[in-house]
């Protein structure tokens, strides 16, 4: 594999990423608009509301944190010993 296929892999590998970051958070934004509606749909009925609430959230792991290197190195290249 070439230095430019190893970089255009790693390009839409990041962009790929950066947009199922952006799906995520309009996810996150419909869930909140539909945690209002179902509020008032099921005020009425405390097993309801229960239900929702158990299944308005998301299961998943958390997002890790970004490590920042102090050394960045170019794909596929080590630095000089």
Do not use: C
Request: glycine share 8%; hydrophobic share 35%.
């Amino acid at each position: 594999m070439s230095l430019r296929e190893s970089d255009d892999g790693k390009q839409s590998h990041v962009a790929a990423r950066a947009e199922m970051k952006t799906l995520g958070d309009e996810i996150m934004r419909l869930v909140g608009m539909l945690d209002g509606f179902n509020r008032y749909r099921f005020h009425q009925d405390s097993a309801l509301i229960v239900a929702w609430e158990s299944a308005k959230h998301l299961v998943g792991e958390p997002e890790p944190k970004e490590e920042v290197s102090t050394n960045p190195v170019p794909s596929g290249l080590e630095p000089a010993a």
